[in-house]
Nanobody, 124 residues
Framework: QVQLAESGGGLVQAGGSLRLSCGAS????????MAWFRQAPGKERDFVAG????????YYSDSVKGRFTISRDNAKNTVYLQMSSLKPEDTAVYYC?????????????????WGQGTQVTVSS
């Protein structure tokens, strides 16, 4: 198993940037495909971005493509989400997730391990 913990959330004005981090412990981090999801109040948990276990492939939801970048550092057991040109509609709790075979999936149910989430609030 792998344990995940997000950090880096906060309050930012529209147009600003934030970088989220997700640190992993437990089983070998590089065994896992990783992703970021987000959940706004009263809404479902939505896919944001995913990255392969070696970090050589990424994919994004249409709503964040061109604004967000997912990356990972397997030596540091950390996955990142660089968010730029933030909009009020990006406001949500952001979760990192891990799966042994999840790469390419947009579904939360395909990811087995989750962090506790970090709040991102974008003011207009």
């Amino acid at each position: 198993q792998v344990q995940l913990a997000e950090s880096g959330g906060g309050l930012v004005q529209a147009g600003g940037s934030l970088r989220l981090s997700c640190g992993a412990s437990g089983r070998t981090f590089s065994d896992y495909d990783m992703a970021w999801f987000r959940q706004a109040p009263g809404k479902e948990r939505d896919f944001v971005a995913g990255i392969s276990r070696r970090g050589d492939s990424t994919y994004y939801s249409d709503s964040v493509k061109g604004r967000f970048t997912i990356s990972r550092d397997n030596a540091k057991n950390t996955v990142y989400l660089q968010m730029s040109s933030l909009k009020p509609e990006d406001t949500a709790v952001y979760y990192c997730a891990g799966s042994l075979y999840g790469y390419g999936s947009y579904h939360a149910s395909d990811y087995d391990y989750w962090g506790q989430g970090t709040q991102v609030t974008v003011s207009s």
